[in-house]
Protein backbone atom coordinates (compact mmCIF):
# COMPACT_ATOMS: atom_id res chain seq x y z
CA UNK A 1 0.00 0.00 0.00
CA UNK A 2 1.10 3.71 -0.85
CA UNK A 3 2.29 5.82 2.04
CA UNK A 4 -0.39 7.93 2.68
CA UNK A 5 1.27 11.53 2.94
CA UNK A 6 0.70 14.23 5.91
CA UNK A 7 0.58 17.63 5.19
CA UNK A 8 3.42 19.83 7.01
CA UNK A 9 6.61 19.45 8.46
CA UNK A 10 8.13 16.49 9.85
CA UNK A 11 9.99 16.70 13.36
CA UNK A 12 11.50 14.35 15.18
CA UNK A 13 12.00 14.54 19.17
CA UNK A 14 14.52 12.76 21.51
CA UNK A 15 12.81 13.12 24.16
CA UNK A 16 15.48 13.19 26.58
CA UNK A 17 16.31 14.38 30.33
CA UNK A 18 13.81 13.04 32.39
CA UNK A 19 16.34 10.97 34.86
CA UNK A 20 18.26 14.21 35.79
CA UNK A 21 14.93 15.98 35.92
CA UNK A 22 13.54 14.17 38.42
CA UNK A 23 16.73 13.55 40.45
CA UNK A 24 17.55 17.16 40.67
CA UNK A 25 14.16 17.33 42.92
CA UNK A 26 15.09 14.46 44.86
CA UNK A 27 12.58 11.92 43.29
CA UNK A 28 13.10 8.69 41.37
CA UNK A 29 13.94 8.54 37.76
CA UNK A 30 10.45 7.07 36.75
CA UNK A 31 8.96 10.28 38.00
CA UNK A 32 10.64 11.92 35.22
CA UNK A 33 9.73 9.35 32.58
CA UNK A 34 6.03 10.33 34.23
CA UNK A 35 5.86 13.65 33.92
CA UNK A 36 7.43 12.90 30.50
CA UNK A 37 4.93 10.84 29.49
CA UNK A 38 2.60 14.34 30.27
CA UNK A 39 5.14 16.02 27.50
CA UNK A 40 4.11 13.63 25.17
CA UNK A 41 0.49 14.22 25.75
CA UNK A 42 1.35 17.62 25.63
CA UNK A 43 3.61 17.44 21.87
CA UNK A 44 0.54 15.45 20.40
CA UNK A 45 -2.22 18.13 21.13
CA UNK A 46 0.14 21.11 19.86
CA UNK A 47 1.88 19.30 16.38
CA UNK A 48 -0.89 19.59 13.88
CA UNK A 49 -1.73 23.31 15.02
CA UNK A 50 2.25 23.93 14.54
CA UNK A 51 2.35 22.78 11.17
CA UNK A 52 3.71 19.53 12.15
CA UNK A 53 2.34 16.32 9.88
CA UNK A 54 4.83 13.86 11.33
CA UNK A 55 6.12 13.75 14.84
CA UNK A 56 8.60 10.86 14.89
CA UNK A 57 9.50 10.59 19.18
CA UNK A 58 12.34 8.63 20.11
CA UNK A 59 10.93 7.21 23.44
CA UNK A 60 13.38 3.51 24.28
CA UNK A 61 16.37 3.32 22.23
CA UNK A 62 18.19 -0.29 21.43
CA UNK A 63 20.62 0.64 23.92
CA UNK A 64 18.61 1.96 26.17
CA UNK A 65 18.18 -2.19 27.48
CA UNK A 66 21.81 -1.31 29.51
CA UNK A 67 19.35 0.56 32.06
CA UNK A 68 18.26 -1.33 35.27
CA UNK A 69 15.35 -3.75 35.12
CA UNK A 70 13.07 -1.71 36.83
CA UNK A 71 14.13 1.23 34.88
CA UNK A 72 12.77 -0.57 31.88
CA UNK A 73 9.80 -2.24 33.06
CA UNK A 74 8.60 1.20 34.63
CA UNK A 75 9.19 2.55 30.62
CA UNK A 76 6.95 -0.15 29.42
CA UNK A 77 4.36 0.35 31.80
CA UNK A 78 4.09 4.21 31.18
CA UNK A 79 4.02 3.47 27.13
CA UNK A 80 1.31 1.19 27.90
CA UNK A 81 -0.33 3.03 30.06
CA UNK A 82 -0.25 5.71 27.60
CA UNK A 83 -1.40 3.70 24.68
CA UNK A 84 -4.46 2.46 26.80
CA UNK A 85 -5.43 6.07 27.80
CA UNK A 86 -4.90 7.37 24.71
CA UNK A 87 -5.94 5.46 22.20
CA UNK A 88 -9.78 6.65 22.05
CA UNK A 89 -8.40 10.22 21.76
CA UNK A 90 -5.94 9.91 19.07
CA UNK A 91 -8.38 8.09 17.05
CA UNK A 92 -10.87 11.31 17.52
CA UNK A 93 -8.18 14.06 16.88
CA UNK A 94 -7.23 11.88 13.53
CA UNK A 95 -3.90 11.08 14.78
CA UNK A 96 -2.18 7.86 13.07
CA UNK A 97 -0.22 6.18 16.10
CA UNK A 98 3.05 4.07 14.76
CA UNK A 99 5.98 2.31 16.54
CA UNK A 100 8.89 2.19 14.86
CA UNK A 101 12.03 -0.45 15.95
CA UNK A 102 12.57 -3.74 16.79
CA UNK A 103 9.11 -6.07 18.38
CA UNK A 104 10.93 -9.46 19.07
CA UNK A 105 12.55 -8.50 22.16
CA UNK A 106 9.02 -6.11 23.71
CA UNK A 107 6.80 -8.19 26.14
CA UNK A 108 3.91 -10.15 24.09
CA UNK A 109 1.29 -8.06 25.81
CA UNK A 110 3.16 -4.99 25.38
CA UNK A 111 3.08 -5.48 21.42
CA UNK A 112 -0.56 -6.71 21.32
CA UNK A 113 -1.37 -3.43 22.71
CA UNK A 114 0.47 -1.53 20.20
CA UNK A 115 -1.05 -4.03 17.50
CA UNK A 116 -4.37 -2.55 18.91
CA UNK A 117 -3.88 1.12 18.93
CA UNK A 118 -2.10 0.98 15.48
CA UNK A 119 -5.32 -1.27 14.08
CA UNK A 120 -7.53 1.43 16.00
CA UNK A 121 -5.71 4.87 14.65
CA UNK A 122 -4.82 3.52 11.03
CA UNK A 123 -7.28 6.14 9.28
CA UNK A 124 -5.74 8.98 10.98
CA UNK A 125 -4.59 11.19 8.33
CA UNK A 126 -4.11 14.99 10.54
CA UNK A 127 -0.59 13.48 12.35
CA UNK A 128 1.55 10.57 11.94
CA UNK A 129 3.03 9.83 14.83
CA UNK A 130 5.73 7.41 15.18
CA UNK A 131 7.06 6.14 18.38
CA UNK A 132 10.58 4.42 18.57
CA UNK A 133 10.86 2.00 21.03
CA UNK A 134 13.87 -0.59 20.76
CA UNK A 135 15.24 1.66 18.32
CA UNK A 136 18.08 1.74 16.85
CA UNK A 137 18.75 3.42 13.13
CA UNK A 138 21.67 1.50 12.21
CA UNK A 139 19.83 -1.71 12.74
CA UNK A 140 17.01 -0.36 10.94
CA UNK A 141 19.21 0.59 7.65
CA UNK A 142 20.70 -2.60 7.91
CA UNK A 143 17.11 -4.31 8.30
CA UNK A 144 16.08 -2.49 5.00
CA UNK A 145 19.24 -3.84 3.54
CA UNK A 146 18.91 -6.84 3.99
CA UNK A 147 15.14 -6.71 3.21
CA UNK A 148 16.90 -5.77 -0.23
CA UNK A 149 16.73 -1.91 -0.21
CA UNK A 150 19.21 -1.07 -2.99
CA UNK A 151 18.74 2.28 -3.92
CA UNK A 152 17.31 5.68 -2.13
CA UNK A 153 14.17 5.41 -3.14
CA UNK A 154 13.56 1.96 -1.64
CA UNK A 155 15.79 2.89 1.35
CA UNK A 156 13.26 5.72 1.83
CA UNK A 157 10.38 3.64 1.56
CA UNK A 158 11.57 1.10 4.13
CA UNK A 159 12.82 3.45 6.70
CA UNK A 160 10.47 6.64 6.08
CA UNK A 161 10.50 10.17 5.66
CA UNK A 162 12.83 12.64 5.61
CA UNK A 163 13.55 14.79 8.58
CA UNK A 164 12.83 18.58 8.42
CA UNK A 165 13.42 19.51 12.28
CA UNK A 166 15.20 17.48 14.69
CA UNK A 167 14.63 18.53 18.37
CA UNK A 168 16.59 16.90 21.27
CA UNK A 169 16.45 18.41 24.80
CA UNK A 170 18.15 18.14 27.71
CA UNK A 171 21.79 19.70 26.68
CA UNK A 172 23.00 17.21 24.93
CA UNK A 173 23.92 17.44 21.13
CA UNK A 174 23.75 14.10 19.91
CA UNK A 175 22.09 11.94 17.89
CA UNK A 176 22.08 8.33 19.86
CA UNK A 177 21.62 6.19 17.00
CA UNK A 178 18.30 7.88 15.86
CA UNK A 179 17.32 8.18 11.79
CA UNK A 180 20.45 8.62 10.99
CA UNK A 181 19.59 8.15 7.50
CA UNK A 182 16.54 10.46 7.28
CA UNK A 183 18.19 13.16 9.15
CA UNK A 184 20.98 13.90 6.07
CA UNK A 185 19.75 17.49 5.80
CA UNK A 186 17.92 17.93 8.99
CA UNK A 187 17.93 21.01 10.84
CA UNK A 188 19.11 20.40 14.58
CA UNK A 189 17.72 22.31 17.53
CA UNK A 190 19.29 21.53 20.80
CA UNK A 191 17.37 23.09 23.35
CA UNK A 192 18.50 23.27 26.78
CA UNK A 193 14.93 22.58 28.83
CA UNK A 194 14.41 19.08 30.08
CA UNK A 195 11.99 16.89 27.90
CA UNK A 196 9.66 17.24 31.02
CA UNK A 197 9.60 20.72 30.99
CA UNK A 198 9.36 21.20 27.27
CA UNK A 199 6.40 23.47 26.39
CA UNK A 200 4.24 24.13 23.17
CA UNK A 201 6.08 27.36 23.08
CA UNK A 202 9.26 26.45 23.62
CA UNK A 203 8.76 24.05 20.36
CA UNK A 204 6.70 27.27 18.33
CA UNK A 205 10.15 29.10 19.23
CA UNK A 206 12.47 26.59 17.58
CA UNK A 207 9.96 26.37 14.14
CA UNK A 208 10.13 29.72 14.03
CA UNK A 209 14.27 29.62 14.33
CA UNK A 210 13.96 26.37 11.88
CA UNK A 211 11.93 28.50 9.30
CA UNK A 212 14.23 30.93 9.10
CA UNK A 213 17.07 28.64 8.09
CA UNK A 214 18.30 29.07 4.41
CA UNK A 215 17.94 25.18 3.67
CA UNK A 216 20.15 24.84 0.47
CA UNK A 217 20.75 20.89 0.10
CA UNK A 218 23.79 21.67 -1.22
CA UNK A 219 22.66 24.46 -3.94
CA UNK A 220 23.22 28.35 -3.63
CA UNK A 221 20.78 30.45 -2.88
CA UNK A 222 19.19 31.57 -5.64
CA UNK A 223 19.35 35.00 -4.69
CA UNK A 224 23.52 34.51 -3.89
CA UNK A 225 24.18 32.80 -7.56
CA UNK A 226 26.37 35.40 -9.21
CA UNK A 227 28.90 35.63 -12.05
CA UNK A 228 32.44 34.15 -11.35
CA UNK A 229 34.02 36.12 -13.64
C1 LIG B 1 14.91 10.14 28.34
O1 LIG B 1 15.36 10.55 29.56
C2 LIG B 1 14.04 8.92 28.39
C3 LIG B 1 14.68 7.70 27.91
C4 LIG B 1 15.88 7.60 27.39
C5 LIG B 1 13.91 6.47 28.01
P1 LIG B 1 16.61 9.88 30.26
O2 LIG B 1 16.15 8.75 31.08
O3 LIG B 1 17.68 9.57 29.28
O4 LIG B 1 17.07 11.06 31.21
P2 LIG B 1 18.56 11.47 31.55
O5 LIG B 1 19.26 11.72 30.26
O6 LIG B 1 19.15 10.34 32.30
O7 LIG B 1 18.41 12.71 32.36
C1 LIG C 1 18.46 8.59 23.72
O1 LIG C 1 18.67 9.07 25.00
C2 LIG C 1 17.31 7.64 23.72
C3 LIG C 1 16.02 8.22 24.06
C4 LIG C 1 15.76 9.46 24.32
C5 LIG C 1 14.94 7.30 24.07
P1 LIG C 1 19.79 8.45 25.97
O2 LIG C 1 19.71 9.24 27.21
O3 LIG C 1 19.59 6.99 26.08
O4 LIG C 1 21.12 8.71 25.14
P2 LIG C 1 22.61 8.89 25.61
O5 LIG C 1 22.97 7.66 26.40
O6 LIG C 1 22.67 10.11 26.45
O7 LIG C 1 23.39 9.03 24.33
MG1 LIG D 1 19.31 10.56 28.58
Request: with cysteine; aromatic share 8%; glycine share 8%.
Amino acid sequence: MPERSFDGLHVAMIMDGNGRWAQARGWPRLAGHRAGAETVRRMVEAAPGLGIGTLTLYAFSADNWKRPQDEVAGLFRLFARYMRQEADKLRRQGVKFEVIGRRDRLPGPLVSLIEETEAATSAGSRLRLRVAVDYSSREAILRAAASGARDRASFHAALGPDVDLLIRTSGEQRLSDFLLWECAYAEFSFLDVAWPDLTESGVRAALDDFRARDRRFGAVHPARVQALR
